[in-house]
């Protein structure tokens, strides 16, 4: 089984400042990532596939980056409804597997 | 637009089952591989299993593996989770969710709690 590690765990930041997350994979995944994003109360809605593709009416502030084992999803300037938890979760290997999820807070 | 309305869940005893369904309107069914991924209270999220969209294939997570059993009914754009030998740790909010063709999930539904107590 793939295991993704995401730090750091918790992320306090300002509105407007640049937010940047990493995924690290135990084993090369190609770029068979994507990335999600949950907020409270809320069902996770995807943001990012194939590592740095948007997914439908996804804003720009939103990035995703990286190959092989080291990921990252960066946020340019944090709006107040991005303050969430965000996970990776990779289909390069059976099973289907998420990260353990990095909550952006605010600071 | 997209809807996914799960029900079926409950409390449910360990070693018992419980059948959770996922009704799916909105989109065309019969063309999309469909996932159950669940989330423990206060938890992250788990994959649970996948379903080819004609039912030909199914993958599932270790922990529910021999357990659990996904299955579809395409005349009826109804998705279903069948969970035996449930345990405590098998408590969790399922969430149906639908394929994009690549082993990603665009939509969820809101989830249905199963709560395995004695």
């Known amino acids: 089984e793939i295991v993704l590690t995401q730090s750091p765990a918790t992320l306090s930041l300002s509105p407007g400042e640049r937010a940047t997350l990493s995924c690290r994979a135990s084993q090369s995944i190609s770029n068979f990532l994507a990335w999600y994003q949950q907020r409270p109360g809320q069902a996770p809605r995807l943001l990012i596939f194939d590592a740095s593709n948007r997914a439908t009416g996804i804003p720009a502030r939103f990035s995703g980056s990286g190959a092989g084992t080291d990921f990252t999803l960066t946020i340019s300037s944090l709006e107040p409804e991005d303050f969430a938890v965000y996970y990776c979760q990779q289909r390069s290997n059976w099973p289907l597997t998420f990260g353990g999820g990095t909550k952006v807070e605010i600071k | 637009q997209v809807q996914l309305v799960e029900s079926g869940g409950g409390v449910v005893q360990p070693g018992r089952s419980l059948r959770l369904s996922c009704a799916a309107s909105?989109?065309?069914?019969?063309?999309?591989?469909m996932h159950w991924v669940r989330q423990a209270p206060g938890k992250g999220l788990e994959w649970v299993a996948v379903i080819w969209y004609d039912g030909s294939n199914a993958y599932y997570a270790d922990s529910v593996k021999g357990r659990f059993t996904i299955s579809r009914d395409n005349s009826r754009n109804t998705l279903y989770l069948q969970l035996n030998s449930v345990r405590a740790d098998d408590t969790a909010l399922y969430y149906c969710t639908r394929d994009i063709k690549a082993l990603y999930i665009d939509f969820w539904g809101q989830g249905t709690l199963v709560t395995v107590s004695s």
């Open positions: 909105g989109f065309t069914f019969r063309n999309h591989g």
